[in-house]
């Protein structure tokens, strides 16, 4: 009765406090901001890898028991219940897209779990303009960001799991590239409260060296300056070099937590909320729900309705002191909706198919799709 007691204060302190905390900040700021906008590198590494984290925002960290794990939480990875690949599709604003797939098995009689993935994203043949072509000087360039990633998550008793992954981040910008190491550390903590499942996460998420750059493009001939008072100094070209300031990596902290409020031997009802913290923006807040029904009638199949909404100021008009125009109703930034269907066989085999929705406000709409195999 006690812990119980004790699940349940956690519980609507969490989804209580967290709004409390955005309100504190925005009455507590003064003239100043030190919000690291326009900061860091690598940024796409924020913008998710499957159609259910999207739908279900940030709350979907506590509920990663999937092959999504391996993006959003590598301590859920490890309450995996089969082998497993995962591929999505985003088309993302700006006419960009971002790839990802992962793939990942339990180990150890379920003790655990190791994965694999890789995501790209980015845009190619675009044309160079210049002060001197403003209509294209008939050169194209492409932008390509990539990630690939290990991980591997255990579980230290029933209730608790924790996990890691380790990433080389991969960024080429036309003929200049920068490389980085980075990685991410998650736990998972799952227990009952009023005999209905309730989780908890935490994640801190690229964490790790600074991107910087180099390539041909950055490659140069200079003569010496003429120094104030002397007259002109022949010299020959000396090959050298420009010098680019490192960036860092979009490093995220986030606190996550899940209850259903409607659970069966099939079908579920879940609620959930998230906290989070990015190193180059102010800090976020979402909430929403999940309803899912697996083997409807007795069948293989199962359907997934989901839906949240993120506070999110990145997705607003008004960013480190810019305001953009408005070019539309934004009373529906920060919603995101989706659902998918499955399919599972007695024999252990899987598939799934997942659809998001997302409003990015000044930035527009963006769909995700997502196939999941399991065997």
């Known amino acids: ?115 694999f993935s890789i995501g ?57 590239s920068g490389t980085a190491f980075a990685v991410d ?50 010299s020959q070209p000396v090959p050298s070099e420009r010098l680019t300031s490192p960036y860092s990596l979009p490093t995220k902290f986030g606190v996550a937590l899940a209850y259903d409020f409607i659970s069966s031997s099939d079908a579920r009802f879940t609620l959930m909320s998230e906290f989070n913290q990015m190193r180059s923006n102010k800090a976020a807040f979402s909430a929403g729900g999940e309803f899912a029904a697996d083997r409807i009638g007795g069948s293989i199949f199962g359907i997934a309705l989901r839906g949240s909404y993120t506070s999110n100021p990145s997705l607003g008009y008004e960013s480190a002191g810019i305001v953009y125009e408005k070019q539309a109703d934004d009373g529906s930034r920060g919603l995101a909706f989706g659902g998918g269907v499955s399919l599972a066989s007695r024999g252990g085999f899987a598939l799934g198919f997942d659809y998001a929705w997302k409003n990015m406000g000044a930035l527009g709409d963006v769909n995700f799709i997502t196939v999941t195999v399991g065997w």
């Open 185 to 234: 550390f998650g736990t998972h903590f799952h227990s009952q409260l009023a005999g209905k499942p309730i989780r908890f996460a935490f994640a801190l998420t690229n964490l790790g060296t600074n991107l910087k750059y180099k390539g041909d493009p950055l490659k140069v001939t200079s003569t010496r300056d003429t120094l104030p008072g002397d007259g002109e100094v022949p």
């Open 1 to 115: 009765m006690i812990r119980h007691s004790v699940a349940r204060v956690a519980a609507l302190a969490l989804l209580a406090a967290a709004p409390s905390v955005l309100r504190a900040q925005a009455t507590n700021e003064g003239s100043s901001d030190n919000t690291g906008y326009g900061t860091t590198s690598a940024e796409f590494l924020l913008i998710g890898a499957n159609a259910r984290g999207m739908a279900l925002g940030g709350g979907y960290m506590a509920l990663a028991t999937d092959l999504g794990a391996l993006y959003a939480n590598p301590g859920a990875l490890a309450l995996l219940k089969r082998a497993g690949f995962q591929g999505s599709q985003l088309n993302y604003v700006a006419d960009t897209k971002l790839n990802w797939g992962g793939v990942a098995t339990p180990y150890g009689g379920g003790s655990g779990a190791i994965g």
């Open 120 to 176: 790209t994203f980015g845009f190619s043949d675009q044309p160079v303009y210049t002060p001197q072509a403003p209509n294209g000087n008939g050169e194209f360039y492409s932008v390509s960001e990539s990630v690939a990633a290990a991980t591997i998550s255990k579980n230290f008793s029933d209730r608790f799991s924790v996990g890691v992954t380790a990433k080389g981040v991969f960024d080429r910008l036309g003929q200049v």
